[in-house]
């Protein structure tokens, strides 16, 4: 079946750099997401990859392998708001999105 | 005002009651979705409209009852629930229905049922 697979939690502290990994088994593949949920709040949009690379976005950048089925978030600077799960989804051929169970980030001072 | 609004926040109901969760978006979007969200498990798809039609069921049982009545509003009715239907439940929209767009969630409807 299709899966993701990603830490279930991640410690880091404030001020340091974090990579979050993502790796995806799927039918297919039309692009990755990644999104930010803080805890009691609603998910939100952080990134979309659909070819090799790496995309950088302020304090976080997102690459993507398509051929080893692999995806980071990386996170600079670290903030104690940046504390919250970060979820990582694929489209497959169908343009079904699979989830994955998500990790959480806990940054210490 | 956030894109995505759902009501109520919290709801404890039994397993013989009956009540609706509310979802409204104010971004002008075709799609919209009810996940089911449990912890330390994937976001489950439950049901998606896209123009108002129910276009995915994804194996939802029935006491879990969806409606459109237009493409800003979605509602989740429930009947009969049992305990393991606890969870959050998060209403999202987005532009098209084939995923390749963004998602807009609202922050959800945190379900115990007792």
């Known amino acids: 079946g299709q899966h993701i697979d990603q830490p279930t939690e991640m410690t880091a502290t404030e001020g340091a750099i974090v990579q979050i990994n993502c790796t995806y088994q799927?039918?297919?593949?039309?692009?990755l997401f990644w999104y930010q949920q803080h805890a009691g709040e609603a998910p939100t949009f952080l990134s979309y990859?659909?070819l090799d690379g790496l995309e950088e976005k302020g304090r976080f950048s997102s690459f993507l392998s398509r051929s080893k089925g692999y995806s980071y978030l990386l996170l600079k600077e670290l903030q104690m708001k940046d504390s919250a799960s970060y979820l990582c989804?694929?489209?497959?051929?169908?343009?079904?999105?699979?989830w994955g169970a998500g990790t959480k980030l806990i940054i210490k001072p | 005002e956030t894109g995505v609004t759902q009501t109520p926040r919290h709801l404890v109901m039994g397993m013989t009651n009956k009540k609706s969760l509310k979802c409204e978006q104010h971004?002008?979007?075709?799609?919209m979705y009810w996940y089911k969200q449990s912890a330390k498990k994937p976001l489950e798809l439950m049901f998606v409209y896209n123009f108002k039609e129910q276009t995915e069921n994804n194996s939802v049982p029935s006491r879990f009852s969806p409606e459109c009545p237009n493409s800003s509003h979605l509602f989740l009715h429930l009947h009969t629930l049992q305990p393991e239907d606890s969870a959050l439940y998060l209403c999202?929209?987005?532009?098209?229905?084939?995923?390749?767009?963004?998602?807009?969630f609202g922050e959800g409807s945190r379900l115990t049922v007792l």
């Open positions: 989804a694929v489209i497959d051929s169908n343009y079904q999105l699979i």
């Open positions: 799927t039918s297919g593949f039309n692009g």
């Open positions: 971004l002008g979007h075709n799609a």
């Open positions: 990859n659909v």
């Open positions: 999202a929209s987005s532009q098209g229905r084939d995923n390749t767009g963004e998602l807009f």
